[in-house]
Each structure stands twice: as structure tokens, then as C-alpha cells.
């Protein structure tokens, strides 16, 4: 590439705090001249600092792999393995081990991917480097350089470590990866070039400044490395909490049961074989794998819009976003330079401007500054006039003369012509043919977010150029960007922009886009860094920030999730990676680096901020299954236990038998799979796991399922029905009201006959359990035959409970609301 998009604007030095600082973390390197270190002085340093690598401290993976059995859910599962062992349940094993594994399998695999991302970044490390050592240039392997080796990098070249350039005229660095600027950078001698930039132009001495960890993308890989370390999704908390409080509550109760049988003198081992089952049958062996599945589903659905999910635990955390954070480049804009309208001087036309820019140009080269004045022209129908015209001489871009330069002859007249900065072209022109406005009408196309070149021709018998015109490039935005960012306003959520670039160039495509209270510089952040809530107070009231690096995105995250805000992040390249990592959903945008991709929770195959917004929708409706779920597991497990550790205890009647229990947890648990494929709702706003709104709605149908067994059961000890018949009354009204309960979890706030409407998916395993679960007590298998008397009218109690639970449920929810609400009200008051 030509490069001439380095002349359109003044590269600003890249400012870093001490956190990155590639020297903060060790002493000044030893001195050195272009004569190079000796052997000596190379093992001295390498005592000091080591080799130039990024250390290996991975888990090995036997060690990570068995560690997932071990933890609160893994304990549940096991536990109701040895259960149903001890009690010779062989089938049941079976399903729990399956169960228990797919767990471990799922939750390693995710893991291993994440781990990737830190593979994936030091596998882009340099291989070898041109070394000054002992006086002599010897080809090397990049690991055994050390702070103050001299290096020579050269076109093509991967910098090898950061360096301070010390000899040579210039290096022009594609850095974008690393720093998020577009266009590449010039270094000349005295400044700095970082570890794993690209040199695409010119020839240098360096000397070595920070090697491995130290450098500044060894800082880089420490934080994706530190923000796997912090991460855990709300839904692993969410997972451990309802588990926690359903083991906690079974184990408490069958105590309780085992000592009042043991008080009364029941026979132990069949009290004992009763609790076991009972164990078994209460303890949410399913809970994760449903919850596993029903993202798994929701991760092929968003595939279809283009949307990769690489870990699954993202699609819960995207439902909950209220904020997101959108690179620009790429992902609110095109990244792809267009022309404004060019701004002629003096007696020249617009079309003068552009023909003459075109003939100081190379159209092969496609630079990205250069293609749309190609493309303007054949836009205006004049290409044809210079298509043909060839330079006689041509000086291409470079960083030291920031400009182009032709010989050219047009309409029978030879003419050199000439492009480039605007400062570089103005001084070399006629002063009195300057408009007096031409450094100003720069400077306000600047604030509007444009790049600008200037257009100058001279005779070649003349000295002074004669200036033509501007030319303003912008990188424009998507067309969608704008509803988009409208829609997700409309969704409850704050976009932020972040973005490598100038604060100028920031502004004028936030203020385009409709994104509120202004773009700040990423200075801002460091000025009041030791106060958290200054901090806190700065990003939550900024639109975005301008001028950022990768410990600012991390910074920016970091501090949002303190403030327990969901924080969504875009990004495409190395320097993005940490925040990929560290956000609650990390999103790699179309055409991102292979180490944001490794990083990020979800990989979009099409450009813009639709396909993320399309993602939030799907994972809202993913996360209310998930939700309905979660109510239904608490609530049938509550109503199982405490109607049958209560009716043991209190009336010394044990309501149904082991193996009810066992073909009750069956029935309830083959429906409830589908759940993953239900139609649900989409919330208006961010949702999240609120487990005080999960438990108290639980509890509350749980209790009411306990009272429906109970008025049952007084009714028939009222007209003393035998026990047998009414064992098998009571399983039926348990299977009846199981069933029930998935359409009152379902449709959460409303009621359930609004839409949307349970899919067939779900509706032909509910009905064809329903169904068996009839039949075997009607005709009598494991128990006394019901006849369809019986079965008529537990229809009927059970139909004319769950209406009633459904208001119930509406009438918690509401209350939970206007609770809420007052909640609110009174900390906006505070």
C-alpha cells in the first residue's frame, strides 16, 4: 500500500500511564552502544530479566478437568449418584452419570476456548531478530534478546520487542492490532516502537527497552490472562444459588424425618430407603444441564443471524446488558474512507481539484485515501480525461516529505502536481495565492471528524506551488447505525462509543448516530484514577471515549461491573482482547484478529451493531425460559418435599411410595427439557437473575402446591377413602399439578393464556407425560387402579388449582413490582 493515508493528519504519540508502562516493572536497561552487547553483559541481563517470551503458568488440563468435580453442583450430582447406588436404582445412576459428565464436559470445553485466547496471542510473538552482539549482526531467536540489545527492523519485519529507535531515518508501523488506529503510524529517531507492529516502510536501529510480560503487549496478554481469572458468569452464581438452597432445604428435612421415624420406632433401613428416594427424586440433578441445553439452543438460533456463540454462558449475560460498549471503526462506521465534498480555491473547479489530486496518484495501489477520488470521478463522469495519463516521474508517499509528487502533462501542458498535508503543501506554495482561510477551513473540517489533503500544481520552470483545493475524507457511518443505536436505546440500553481515534473525529459520528453526552478523551479516566467514584462518575455520564488504549478498555469495564452494571463490549483486535475477556459479553465484530476472536463470547459474521442488537433480542428470550424454568424446578421440588416430609411428620402417613416418587421425577423432568424450544416473550428492558423475585414466586406457588395436597388429602381421610386408593389420588394430583405448573411458570407476569402461546415442542412431551402419568393410575401400575371416576374429578380439582395459582403468581409478581418501584424511588430520592 502507498501509505498516503499517514499524511492526511498528524499521528498523535501514543500516551501510556504507568500501568502499561513498558518500564514500569523493572530497572533502566544497561547502556549500550550501535556496537552491541557482549556475551558478558547478554548473560548479566538475561540473570535480571529473563528470556523475551510470555511465561507459561497454564493448569495442566487433567488438573483443570477434575476440578470440575468438585464444587457445590458437582456435589449435588454425585451425591444422588451414591444415593441411588446404595439403593441399587441402576438406571437412575445411569442418568445422573450422564448428567454429572455432560456438566463436566460442557463447562472444560468452555474453558479450554478461553484459554485459547491467551494461546492464540502468544503465538504472535516474533520468531527471530537481527542482533548487534559482540560487534557483529547475527540472525537470532527473538526469546534471547534482552533490555539493551541493538536490533535492526526492516520492511516486512515483526518488531520483536518494544524498542527505543536509535539510528536510521524512519519506520512506518502498522499498529493497528495493537493500538486500534486505523492507519499506520510513523517512528522516527528518539520515539518508540512497540512489540508486534508491522513494519511496512523504511529501515532502523533499535534499541531493546522491555522484553516478555514487560513490553506493552506483554501487557496486553497479563490482562486477558487477569480477566479470565476475575470472570464468572452471573448465571454460574444464579446456578449455585438455587442449588445451594434446594440441597440445603432436602437435607433438612429428611433429618428432620429420619429422626421423628426413628422417635416413633419405624423399621430403619425402610425409613432409610424412603429418604434416599426421596433424596434423589428433590435434588435438581437437571437444574445446569437444562439451563446448558436451553442456551446451547439459543446459540443455534443466533448462528443463524450470524452471530457464533463461543461461550455459552455469554447468551444469559447479553439478556442482561444495559450497557454497550461499540468500537467505532468497523462497527459504527464502514472503515472505509469516503470523499466529502472538495472545497476549491480561487479561480479552480471542484472537478480541477479531483482530476489533479487523481493524476498525483496511483490507482493500483488502492491506498485508502486515494481509491475515492478514483471513484468520485468515475461518479462524475470525467475518469476518462486523466485515465490515460501517465506520469513521467512519480514520488511516492513518504513520512519524511508527507506528500506525493508528480510529473505529468495535461491538455498539451506539463505540469507537476502534488498532494499531501496540509501544513506540507501550504508551505511550499505562493504565499499570496493562500487563501487567508485555508488553515482555518482545515482546522474546522478537523473538528468535524475529517481527514484533509491539499491539492498544489506548479510549471516545472516555477519554484512555488499554486494551492488547488481541499480534499476532506471521512470514514462514514453504517447505514443501519443509526436506527440501531435507537433500537437499542429503546431496549433500555446505554451505547458507548470507544474508539482509537481523535476526540474530533469521535464526536462528529457520535453526534451523527444520536449518542448523548459527548465523547471524552481516555485522558480523562487517569485524572482522577485514585478515586473510584470519580472514575465511575466520568464514564457513566461520558458518550464514549476517544484516544484510548487497552488499559483504558479494561479500565472502563472493570469499573462499570464494580457498579454492578452488564457491560457488553466490542472489539477486532489484539489491543482489544482484555476487555473482550474481562466484559460480561465480549462480541468480535466481522473481520476481527484471530486474538479478539479467541477472547470474545461471541463471534459476529456480519458487519454492524444490527446483528448484536438482533443477538440481545434472542438472548432475552432465552433467558426467560431459563427464568421459567429456574421457578418451575424450585416450586415442584418445594411442593414434592414439604408435602411429604410434613404429612410424615405430622400425621405419620407417608402420602405416596418410593417408586411414585421416582415415576413422578420421570414425568416432570421429560417435558420440562423442551422447554429449551418454547416460545417466549421478549422484555422491554435488561433482565437479570433477581433470586429474591425467583425464590419468593417459587416459594409462593411451592406453599400453594403444598395446601392443594393437603386440602386433598383431608378431604379423603373426611370420607376415609383406604390408603392404597389414596396413594395413588395423591400421585395423580402431584402429576396433574406438575404439569400445570409449567404453563403458570411460563408466561411469568402475565397470565397463561397470553400470548405467546407454548410451542408444539413443548406441548406434545407436556401432554404425552400427562397422559401416561393418567394411565398408569388409572389402570393400576406400581398402584391400586383409579378408574376414570377418580381421574375425572382430580382434573378437575387440579384444573380449578391452577387458575387459581395463575392469578397468584400475577398477584406476587405485581406486588414484587410496585415493591420495586417504591425501592427505586426512594435511592433516586437518596
Known amino acids: 500500500m502507498d501509505s498516503l493515508t499517514t499524511q492526511a493528519y498528524k499521528t498523535r504519540p501514543l500516551k501510556r500511564n504507568a500501568a502499561m508502562s513498558s518500564t514500569a516493572t523493572h530497572e533502566s536497561p544497561p547502556v549500550a552502544t550501535l556496537q552491541g552487547l557482549t556475551s558478558k553483559e547478554v548473560l548479566a541481563a538475561r540473570e535480571n530479566y529473563g528470556y523475551n517470551e510470555l511465561a507459561e503458568r497454564e493448569e495442566p488440563a487433567w488438573r483443570r478437568l477434575l476440578k470440575r468435580f468438585w464444587g457445590p453442583i458437582p456435589w449435588m450430582i454425585e451425591v444422588a449418584a451414591i444415593l441411588s447406588a446404595s439403593i441399587g436404582k441402576w438406571d437412575d445412576l445411569a442418568i445422573i452419570l450422564v448428567l454429572l459428565f455432560a456438566n463436566v464436559i460442557i463447562d472444560f470445553q468452555q474453558e479450554s476456548k478461553a484459554l485459547s485466547a491467551l494461546r492464540v496471542l502468544k503465538s504472535k510473538l516474533a520468531r527471530v531478530a537481527l542482533v548487534m552482539r559482540d560487534g557483529a549482526w547475527l540472525q537470532l531467536p527473538a526469546r534471547e534478546l534482552v533490555p539493551g540489545d541493538i536490533i535492526k527492523a526492516k520492511i516486512g519485519d515483526l518488531i520483536p520487542a518494544d524498542l527505543d529507535l536509535v539510528d536510521g531515518e524512519f519506520l512506518q508501523l502498522d499498529q493497528s492490532a495493537l493500538t486500534g488506529e486505523s492507519l499506520p503510524v510513523t517512528r522516527t529517531k528518539g520515539e518508540e516502537a512497540y512489540a508486534n507492529a508491522i513494519v511496512k516502510m523504511g ?99 443466533l448462528a443463524k443471524h450470524q452471530a457464533i456463540v463461543s461461550r455459552l454462558v455469554a447468551i444469559e449475560e447479553l439478556a442482561g446488558v444495559d450497557i454497550l460498549c461499540s468500537d467505532k471503526t468497523g462497527t459504527l462506521t464502514q472503515n472505509l474512507m469516503a470523499l466529502g465534498t472538495p472545497e476549491p480555491f480561487a479561480k479552480f473547479s471542484k472537478l480541477d481539484v479531483l482530476k489533479f489530486a487523481a493524476l498525483a496518484s496511483r490507482e493500483e495501489n488502492h491506498d485508502a485515501l486515494e481509491t475515492p477520488i478514483f471513484a468520485k470521478l468515475k461518479e462524475e463522469k470525467a475518469y476518462s480525461e486523466i485515465s490515460d495519463i501517465h506520469a513521467d516521474r512519480y514520488h511516492p508517499f513518504d513520512p519524511v516529505s508527507k506528500r506525493t509528487e508528480a510529473n505529468i502533462q495535461f491538455d498539451g501542458t506539463s505540469w507537476v502536481v502534488t498532494k499531501g498535508a496540509a501544513q506540507v503543501i501550504l508551505s511550499l506554495c505562493d504565499s499570496e495565492e493562500i487563501p487567508d482561510d485555508a488553515f482555518e477551513r482545515v482546522e474546522s473540517l478537523a473538528k468535524k471528524g475529517n481527514r484533509t489533503l491539499i491539492v498544489a500544481r506548479r510549471r516545472p520552470n516555477e519554484t512555488l506551488f499554486h494551492p488547488m483545493g481541499i480534499l476532506p475524507f471521512f470514514d462514514p457511518p453504517r447505514e443501519d447505525s443509526a436506527e440501531t443505536i435507537k433500537r437499542a436505546k429503546a431496549l433500555g440500553l446505554q451505547v458507548k462509543m470507544i474508539t482509537g481515534d481523535n476526540v474530533a473525529i469521535g464526536a462528529e459520528i457520535a453526534t451523527k448516530l444520536g449518542i448523548d453526552h459527548g465523547i471524552q478523551r481516555a485522558e480523562k479516566l487517569h485524572e482522577s484514577k485514585k478515586d473510584k467514584n470519580s472514575v465511575l462518575a466520568a464514564i457513566e455520564s461520558a458518550g464514549g471515549f476517544a484516544e484510548v488504549m487497552p488499559e483504558d478498555k479494561y479500565l472502563i469495564v472493570d469499573t462499570l461491573q464494580d457498579a454492578d452494571h452488564i457491560v457488553a463490549m466490542t472489539g477486532d483486535g489484539v489491543n482489544d482482547a482484555p476487555a473482550l475477556r474481562k466484559a460480561d459479553a465480549g462480541i468480535a465484530v466481522s473481520g476481527a484478529t484471530d486474538a479478539a476472536r479467541a477472547a470474545a463470547d461471541l463471534v459476529l459474521m456480519r458487519s454492524g451493531l444490527s446483528v448484536i442488537i438482533e443477538a440481545i433480542l434472542q438472548a432475552r428470550m432465552i433467558f426467560e425460559r431459563m ?102 389420588i395423591i400421585f395423580l394430583k402431584l402429576d396433574v399439578a406438575g404439569h400445570s405448573t409449567i404453563y403458570v411458570t411460563r408466561s411469568r407476569r402475565r397470565h397463561f393464556w397470553h400470548r405467546p402461546y407454548p410451542s408444539w415442542k413443548l406441548l406434545i412431551p407436556a401432554l404425552g407425560t400427562r397422559v401416561v402419568g393418567t394411565l398408569v393410575a388409572c389402570y393400576g401400575l406400581f398402584m391400586p387402579a383409579l378408574g376414570w371416576g377418580w381421574v375425572g374429578l382430580i382434573y378437575l380439582y387440579g384444573t380449578a388449582w391452577f387458575v387459581f395459582n395463575d392469578y397468584l403468581k400475577v398477584w406476587t409478581y405485581r406486588l414484587l413490582d410496585r415493591r420495586a418501584a417504591r425501592r427505586d424511588q426512594v435511592l433516586k430520592a437518596a
Open 627 to 728: 427464568g421459567s424454568y429456574a421457578v418451575f424446578r424450585i416450586a415442584e421440588t418445594m411442593r414434592v418435599i414439604l408435602f411429604m416430609s410434613l404429612s410424615i411428620i405430622v400425621f405419620n402417613f407417608y402420602p405416596v411410595t418410593a417408586i411414585m416418587i421416582v415415576v413422578l421425577a420421570l414425568l416432570n423432568d421429560i417435558p420440562i427439557m423442551a422447554i429449551a424450544y418454547d416460545n417466549a416473550s421478549v422484555a422491554p428492558k435488561p433482565v437479570r437473575w433477581d433470586m429474591r423475585e425467583v425464590m419468593t414466586v417459587a416459594s409462593v406457588l411451592g406453599v400453594a402446591g403444598v395446601c392443594s395436597s393437603f386440602l386433598l388429602f383431608f378431604l379423603l381421610e373426611q370420607y376415609q377413602v383406604p390408603h392404597g386408593i389414596m396413594q395413588a
Open 203 to 301: 529501515e532502523m536501529t533499535g534499541r531493546v527497552k522491555a522484553i516478555g510480560t514487560n513490553t506493552y503487549f506483554g501487557k496486553t496478554v497479563s490482562l486477558v490472562a487477569r480477566a479470565e481469572r476475575e470472570q464468572r458468569s452471573h448465571f454460574q452464581k444464579a446456578v449455585i444459588k438455587i442449588g445451594n438452597f434446594l440441597i440445603s432445604l432436602a437435607i433438612a428435612l429428611i433429618l428432620v424425618i429420619i429422626a421423628v421415624a426413628l422417635y416413633r420406632g419405624d423399621p430403619f433401613f425402610e425409613i432409610l430407603r424412603f429418604c434416599l428416594v426421596l433424596a434423589i427424586a428433590s435434588i435438581p440433578v437437571a437444574l445446569s444441564a437444562v439451563l446448558s441445553v436451553t442456551m446451547a439452543v439459543g446459540a443455534m438460533n
